[in-house]
């Protein structure tokens, strides 16, 4: 998997794709990822189901390290998933034990296909329970606990906020820092582990790990933080984007709608996105970008991406039904070839009504919300401008039929080119 010249040039690819946005010493940390093989770790905290979209950057920006000849380690935190990283606004509920064992065990499944764990530079899964479950609260305050400094704690951006609202800050938030930082030491203990990733809006936890490790170890290690993916108003993307969060997990998030995502995306983030989220060479990218620009109606950005991107995380067959079902929508391609599951993704996407039974061709439309009444319904047909599951439709007064539904339950309205709704059938 890896290559020397990878080794060398990892670094440069990451600042070309714009991926580095704070790190301890990045010549120090050049020069040792040259020499050769590097043990490096992010970790990831259960603290939903699912991982989501902007997890991306991390997962990918490691399987980048790997494919340059180094060693990952992904740690899935069961021990602070068990805790939760202080929010700026409010304390975290706790979640029960077997919850968070639960999905410790999802989020494992859901990195595992993006790293390679074969070969020289295989990757490894661990988690932090291993090592934090059984020590005591005496061995932790003692050996772990007397390293740390107060006043530095509090200075973190999400403590200092919490301090200064009326919420507050419980010490188990408070105290989350430090697990992180022992993670660090632990990792570089068992594995030799010398580079940690994360976001940059984490940086006050990575540098806990590199703090303790100095005072602990006498040594220096690195670390690497990749900016945030906002959008034109500088909100995070992938967590709370208008729509709702754009999970990894196919039941959570369509592979329709992930890929639906990442095509509606604006031209402004075309050339970040493809340069973070994609492998692709920087002249394709270049080119991408070029005609984005110059050709923004063309979408040639967002295609690319957008099947790019849901291969990786859903791969070819899903993205295959993604595209599928994007371009029979509107009359380009056969219904009947998609998946019920790709199908209802799809028409919940576009908008989806659910009715008792069938009915006329007015009634649908009228139902589907194409219509704003049986007149104008009419009116549509009348002008040539109403599609039943792709079929233009001349009888606005016909009944529709029960051998018309896609997969016994749905049917697929349009109105004119691009308006699409659903229908589904049935109790």
């Excluded at 016909?398 to 018309?404: G, H, I, K, M, N």
Aim: hydrophobic share 40%; proline share 4%; with cysteine.
């Amino acid at each position: 998997m890896g290559n020397n010249d990878g080794v060398t040039h990892v670094i440069d690819d990451l600042q070309w794709r714009d991926l580095i946005a704070l790190s301890t010493d990045i010549e120090a940390l050049t020069a040792e990822l040259a020499r050769g093989p590097m043990t490096l770790y992010c970790g990831f905290d259960p603290t939903a189901p699912s991982l989501h979209f902007g997890h991306l950057t991390q997962i990918l920006t490691v399987r980048r390290l790997q494919l340059a000849g180094h060693r990952p380690l992904a740690l899935v935190g069961g021990a602070t998933g068990l805790i939760g990283d202080p929010r700026e606004t409010a304390e975290r509920t706790l979640q029960p034990r077997e919850l968070v064992e639960s999905w410790v065990e999802r989020i494992r499944l859901q990195i595992e296909p993006l790293l390679d764990f074969t070969g020289e530079y295989a990757a490894r899964m661990v988690n932090n329970l291993d090592w934090t479950d059984g020590l005591s609260a005496l061995s932790f305050l003692r050996d772990i606990g007397k390293h740390f400094r107060v006043n530095k704690m509090l200075a973190k951006d999400a403590v200092s906020a919490r301090l200064n609202s009326d919420a507050g800050i419980s010490y188990t938030e408070f105290s989350y820092q430090i697990l992180q930082g022992m993670d660090y030491l632990e990792l570089f203990r068992r594995y030799g582990c010398r580079l940690q990733t994360g976001g940059s809006d984490q940086w006050g936890n990575l540098t806990a790990g590199t703090d303790l490790i100095h005072r602990i170890e006498g040594a220096s290690v690195h670390l690497l933080a990749t900016p945030l993916v906002v959008d034109s108003n500088g909100q995070k993307i992938g967590k709370s984007t208008g729509g709702g969060n754009v999970w990894l997990d196919p039941e959570m998030t369509s592979p329709y709608a992930f890929y639906q995502f990442l095509f509606n995306i604006e031209d402004a983030l075309v050339p970040t996105f493809l340069r973070r989220f994609t492998f692709l060479d920087r002249e394709e990218i270049t080119a991408l970008e070029k005609e984005t620009v110059e050709r923004p109606s063309a979408r040639a950005g967002q295609r690319r991406l957008a099947e790019e991107v849901t291969t990786l995380v859903h791969g070819e067959q899903e993205t295959r039904q993604a595209i599928g079902a994007s371009q029979a929508l509107f009359g380009r391609g056969d219904l009947s070839s998609l998946t019920p599951a790709t199908l209802r993704a799809a028409l919940s996407e576009a908008g989806l009504a659910q009715v008792p039974g069938l009915g006329t061709v007015a009634e649908l439309f009228r139902t589907a919300g194409l219509a704003s009444s049986l007149g104008d319904a009419r009116r549509t047909v009348g002008e040539g401008g109403a599609y039943l599951n792709n079929q233009r439709v001349s009888d606005a007064d016909a009944v529709v039929d029960a051998s018309e539904l896609l997969h016994g339950r749905w049917l697929v309205l349009r109105r004119g080119k691009r308006t699409v709704a659903g229908l589904e059938v049935g109790p």
